[in-house]
């Protein structure tokens, strides 16, 4: 998985892609000492990136759903994009995060590290999980994946309002 994450990393092309807002869900439960909240229900902010394309909203999506610049990233690298997304991506549970209006997306890593991926699909920006509530996407602790992407982003994580 190394691998395949190092040459999405590498990658600076693909197609850029729009996607609608998902429904609301809103659950808690507890699991050992900790409460995790699904995080259907929230969203995530992101302003002042040096990589300026990552700057703006962020919607939660199933991991059941490729964000579609992962998929153009594997397939110009001629690799199995559902192949790749199960070995990069945790998936119990956890959902990842579709910018507003552009391929960009955010989604907890099995390195245990939350990835902020830019519309080309490589990673820009990591952080390390909470191990509090491992669903929610860090505020701090950003660091840049890619050389002259500084500053670092500040994220926000946040309740969509109910209609």
């Not at 999405?8 to 869900?25: D, E, F, K, M, W």
Request: with cysteine; hydrophobic share 35%; charged share 15%.
């Amino acid at each position: 998985s190394y691998h395949l994450s190092h040459h999405i990393i590498a990658l600076s092309n693909a197609a850029l892609h729009r996607t609608g807002l998902p429904s609301s869900n809103t659950h808690t439960h507890q699991t050992h000492t900790h409460t995790y909240i699904h995080t259907m229900n929230s969203y995530v902010d992101v302003q002042n990136a040096g990589f300026a394309t990552v700057n703006g909203q962020y919607f939660p999506k199933p991991t059941s759903e490729i964000p579609a610049s992962f998929t153009a990233a594997c397939k110009h690298l001629e690799y199995d994009p559902t192949e790749g997304w199960l070995k990069l991506a945790r998936q119990e549970g956890v959902v990842w995060f579709q910018h507003e209006s552009n391929g960009s997306f955010i989604f907890l890593n099995k390195d245990s590290r939350w990835w902020m991926n830019g519309p080309h699909g490589a990673g820009v920006y990591y952080s390390p999980m909470l191990m509090t509530n491992p669903q929610k996407v860090p505020t701090y602790g950003w660091s840049l994946a890619l050389k002259d992407v500084g500053p670092l982003p500040d994220v926000e994580f946040l309740l969509q309002e109910e209609e």
